[in-house]
């Protein structure tokens, strides 16, 4: 057996988790599925979305801690892990995945006991569950965002340059892919970067996001991902998006994370009705890096407590 294999049957077999996977009209999104613990439970349904280049798998730690209050799905997002791809001549607009969460929802959660889900998203994640959580209040019952409040903005004077420089990497292409010889000289690259991992959670992240090829291993994840969004929401539109949530919402701070440090959010968090705020240890990744607990700790009890 290929290390490929028993890394992923490793995690697979200590994890309690199965695979799943919900068709939708243009592809097919991959995630897995933590059954929850008892038939009250099994009435509620959590939603997991991940960051970006990550996968469902970045969820493995919390998500078992949350099977005692409802069935937990964790998602795998167009082009990462072992979802589908866009066609060709697509790219991945921010306002698609939120379609494609609405779509999700509606397709394959609609017809279960609680006609509202919960939503847990980390960085891209949590703006995408914000956003859907804003446009469609009425299917959302709780909202936890994990180092993410609200989209990335740019000012409306870099409209053009940004139009641009997405057009030109379109036409550009995205060049060859890495050949890695296995998949722990993948995971060490992954270390490093914006959001540095340790090594046990670049390893457990990895291997989803890879596939044999060419005599070793390269991301199956689409390359695409990587390219310039050609538009992107300013301020005023993020704080209005904000301002449209109702649904009551949980914003995990990680006192290393990328916002901790970033100026500007207060008019963000203000703008939310019904926002609580979490201060937990760890960086970006402080769901799946380090002492985890207090993240647990925090989104447990904002689901269970009515």
């Given at each position: 057996m290929n290390d490929f294999a028993m890394s992923s049957e490793a995690i697979k077999s200590t994890a309690g988790f199965r695979e799943s996977e919900w068709p939708l009209r243009n592809l097919s999104l991959a995630g897995v599925t933590w059954p929850a613990r008892s038939d009250e439970a099994v009435k509620r349904t959590v939603l997991l979305l991940h960051g970006w280049l990550d996968n469902s798998l970045t969820f493995i730690k919390l998500?078992?801690?949350?099977?005692?209050?409802?069935?937990?799905?964790?998602?795998?997002?167009?082009?990462?892990?072992?979802?589908?791809?866009?066609?060709?001549?697509?790219?991945?607009?921010?306002?698609?995945?939120?379609?494609?969460?609405?779509?999700?929802?509606?397709?394959?959660?609609?017809?279960?006991?609680?006609?509202?889900?919960?939503?847990?998203?980390?960085?891209?994640?949590?703006?995408?569950?914000?956003?859907?959580?804003?446009?469609?209040?009425?299917?959302?019952?709780?909202?936890?965002?994990?180092?993410?409040?609200?989209?990335?903005?740019?000012?409306?004077?870099?409209?053009?340059?940004?139009?641009?420089?997405?057009?030109?990497?379109?036409?550009?292409?995205?060049?060859?892919q890495t050949v890695y010889p296995d998949i722990q000289a993948a995971a060490k690259a992954r270390e490093?970067?914006?959001?540095?991992?340790?090594?046990?959670?670049?390893?457990?992240?990895?291997?989803?996001?890879?596939?044999?090829?060419?005599?070793?291993?390269?991301?199956?994840?689409?390359?695409?991902?990587?390219?310039?969004?050609?538009?992107?929401?300013?301020?005023?539109?993020v704080i209005e998006s904000l301002k449209a949530i109702v649904t009551p919402t949980l914003f995990v701070r990680a006192d290393k994370g990328l916002l901790a440090f970033r100026e500007g959010l207060d008019e963000r968090r203000e703008v939310i009705n019904s926002l609580e705020i979490a201060h937990v240890p760890g960086g970006h990744h402080c769901h799946l890096d380090g002492d985890t607990r207090p993240v647990a700790e925090a989104i447990r009890n904002f689901l269970k407590n009515e």
């Open positions: 998500a078992p801690e949350l099977t005692g209050l409802a069935n937990v799905h964790a998602i795998d997002m167009a082009g990462h892990g072992q979802s589908g791809h866009r066609p060709g001549g697509q790219s991945y607009l921010l306002m698609d995945y939120v379609a494609d969460l609405a779509e999700l929802v509606e397709t394959h959660f609609s017809d279960s006991g609680e006609t509202r889900v919960d939503l847990v998203g980390h960085s891209l994640g949590g703006i995408v569950c914000a956003l859907y959580a804003a446009a469609f209040p009425e299917k959302v019952g709780k909202l936890a965002m994990i180092d993410s409040l609200g989209a990335i903005s740019r000012s409306v004077e870099e409209t053009i340059p940004q139009l641009r420089r997405a057009i030109k990497k379109r036409l550009a292409g995205s060049g060859r490093g970067g914006l959001s540095p991992l340790s090594p046990e959670a670049a390893l457990t992240l990895i291997p989803r996001n890879m596939k044999a090829e060419a005599g070793g291993y390269v991301w199956r994840t689409d390359p695409r991902l990587r390219h310039p969004s050609p538009l992107m929401m300013n301020e005023d539109q």
